[in-house]
Every structure is written in C-alpha cells, then in structure tokens.
C-alpha cells in the first residue's frame, strides 16, 4: 500500500511539473489591424458624437505589449496610439487556447491560434467617464523580435 501512495504521488509531481512546463512564453509585442464599433467617443477612438448617436465603424492598429508571465499569468500594455497606452493583466484559461483579461476600462477575450498569432476581441461598456461603447476585434502577430 505504501509503494502505491509513494508511486501515486511521484506520477502527480510528474505530471503537474510537466504541465507547468508546457506553458508557452508568450512575453513580446503582438500587433495588428482591428475593426470597430464605437457610440460615443473616448481616448483611443476620438470623433464626434455621443452613445445616443449612431455607432462609428473604424478600422485601427492595435498592440499588445506582453511585458511578462509568470505561468498562465501574463501582463502588459495595449493602444492603438503609443502616447496612450494602457495596463493590462490577463491569464491563459486551463483549456491552454484561451486568453482573458481587463484593462482600466474594459475586457479582454483572446483565442491562441499558434504560437505566434493570437484572434483577439476587447470591449468595454458606458460605464466609463467616457460613456462610450466599444466593441473590437482582429487578429494580432507577434513581432519576430521577441522580448
């Protein structure tokens, strides 16, 4: 009975260090061209109107600078205009495809297509001192200089 609790347990090591192991590095800058829906205005999406008119659809670049990770814990910066960015923290999910997360104003929901290309959409509601609404998505590459 002793050697099967010592082996059970050996297996269990085993097998939690090595799905520690298998979390990939995903530190870097990812980018890419993003589609929109905005009511209102804020400081990434300036223009006329208020969440009472009609929607505005932009298209934008759009960044999101993994600055670090510790396991499934990752954080950084995001903008779709450098002299705005903005904290974020996100955690990879335990299905290892999928990535979520929130920054000052809204949410992140990422599913990892490969290695270095993430399909990515981020929302935020009128909740803010904006009041605007926004809803984005696109398909953002990592830059082959990895940080």
């Not at 934008?60 to 923290?89: C, H, M, V, Y």
Request: charged share 20%; proline share 7%.
């Amino acid at each position: 009975m002793r050697v099967t609790v010592v082996t059970a347990v050996a297996l269990l090591t085993t097998a939690l260090t090595a799905a520690a192991q298998t979390t990939p590095d995903f530190k870097g800058r990812w980018s890419g061209q993003w589609k929109t829906v905005v009511f209102g205005q804020n400081q990434h999406h300036p223009g006329p109107g208020s969440p009472a008119d009609t929607p505005r659809i932009r298209e934008i670049p759009f960044t999101l600078e993994i600055e670090g990770q510790d396991g499934r814990l990752l954080w950084g910066k995001s903008w779709s205009n450098a002299e705005r960015k903005e904290p974020f923290a996100a955690m990879i999910g335990p299905d290892g495809k999928t990535i979520i997360g929130s920054d000052t104003d809204g949410s992140l929901l990422i599913t990892i297509i490969g290695p270095d290309q993430l399909d990515a959409c981020y929302t935020h509601s009128g909740l803010g001192p904006s009041q605007s609404i926004v809803a984005s998505c696109g398909m953002l590459q990592r830059s082959t200089g990895r940080t």
